[in-house]
């Protein structure tokens, strides 16, 4: 035989026999130690999920209405002259009490009145004591002494209408609190009924809303609610419910009810408040995340539970679901581990793992008797 055609005879067996030793030292990805799919050699393939346990809690059902914040009360002073403003004392934000002088109006014209009225009243008051001694010795009849008296009266009469009218020339609180209006500056000319100021009585802050009609029944005076402030979010607060309106808004079939805030709240007129009242509230009743529950394509509910290493659907009746929690009525007992995370692409009887514990293929290839390392 030539020497060219040894060389090619060498080369053959050569590369055959290097696959044969790979194949001496290396495990098949589904041979013993490897992991493999789900159906191959190596075993089914091991999910990691998330899980939780069932709890025992209390739930209920969160309704969440807004309103703004409102003083209990809010009095409009108008004026009760036609005249001109002849000084303003008051401004927004000054705390006034009761009788606080805000402006003085105009008066002039009827201080003069008013002195007018006093000469007359003087003068009946003296011709009315002349005819009751004449009377007396029956010197004028009876219908002229009814006549002095009665004159005395009307007299009495004018000078009282026109004092009040001039101490509406000083405008006054009717209540102690806030100013939070203020329509006019000195100079200007206002009639009767015209705005002047407005006061609030802030000692108690409210909050009116509309609650359904479905649930007011379940409200009552004195109730406390928990309510939060979106100019003041990090400082939750509680109220109570001040009073319940006896009917409904026929439009909107909604029932007024006022909540009045906890004193100190840091509030002011104007913020906008959310009132969260809780409805159905049940105590000691399964509870899982909301993640665990599954809807299927039907509507119908379920959840995937894992116990021995193993996926188990449970079907499941469900009840209220608030604050990312759902009420289990029937499928899932208290202590029962149930799937919150990756639940949507497990099949009944898949392995599963929670997630943070060893993957149990993992410490048998690591663990089994004979196994060299780096294999």
């Known amino acids: 035989m030539s020497f060219p055609a040894m060389t090619r005879s060498a080369l053959a067996l050569a590369i055959v026999a290097i696959p044969l030793a790979c194949g001496d030292d290396e495990p098949t990805a589904g041979g013993p130690g490897g992991r493999g799919g789900p159906d191959g050699p190596g075993g089914p393939r091991v999910t990691v999920v998330e899980t939780a346990s069932v709890e025992t809690g209390s739930i209920a059902r969160e309704v969440e209405v807004s309103g703004v914040v409102e003083p209990i009360r ?36 009827l201080a003069v009145e008013l002195e007018a ?10 011709a009315f004591e002349r005819a009751e001694q004449l009377r007396e010795r029956e010197v004028i009849t009876l219908p002229e002494y009814e006549r002095e008296r009665t004159t005395l009266a009307a007299a009495e009469g004018i000078k ?18 806030v100013v939070t209006a203020k329509y006019v500056e000195a100079g200007d000319v206002v009639g009767p009924q015209t705005p002047m100021f407005e006061v609030a009585d802030v000692s108690t802050l409210v909050v009116p809303i509309g609650v359904s009609e479905l649930d007011v029944g379940q409200l009552s005076q004195g109730d406390t609610v928990e309510l939060s402030l ?28 006022e909540v009045a805030l906890e004193t100190g709240s840091m509030a002011r007129p104007g913020y906008l408040a959310r009132v969260r009242f809780r409805f159905d509230e049940r105590h000691d009743v399964p509870l ?10 039907a509507g119908e509910e ?35 581990i149930v799937v919150v ?6 099949r009944e009887g898949a392995a ?24």
Do not use: C, M, W
């Not at 899982?288 to 394509?297: E, F, M």
């Not at 188990?312 to 679901?321: A, I, K, M, S, Y």
């Open 302 to 336: 379920s959840a995937f539970i894992v116990q021995d290493g193993k996926a188990l659907r449970r079907e499941l009746e469900t009840g209220l679901v608030s604050g990312g929690q759902v009420e289990i009525v029937s499928g899932l007992t208290p202590g029962e």
């Open 117 to 126: 009225a006093h000469a007359a009243l003087e003068a009946a008051r003296a």
């Open 288 to 297: 899982v995340p909301a993640s665990a529950v599954l809807t299927g394509s």
């Open 74 to 109: 809010t009095v409009s002073v108008n004026s009760q002259l036609s005249t001109t403003v002849r000084g303003v004392f008051a401004e927004e934000g000054d705390r006034v009490g009761v009788g606080t002088v805000l402006a003085r109006l105009e008066d002039a014209e």
């Open 230 to 257: 979106d100019a003041l979010p990090d400082r939750p607060l509680r109220g109570r419910i001040r009073r319940v309106f006896p009917s409904a808004d026929p439009s909107t079939r909604l029932v007024p009810v």
């Open 160 to 177: 009282r209408r026109l004092e009040t009218r001039v101490g509406y020339a000083t405008v006054r609180s009717p209540i102690s609190g």
């Open 352 to 375: 599963v793992r929670s997630v943070g514990a060893p993957p149990a293929a993992e410490v048998t290839a690591d663990s089994a008797p004979g196994a060299r390392p780096g294999s």
């Open 341 to 346: 995370e990756g639940g949507t692409t497990l």
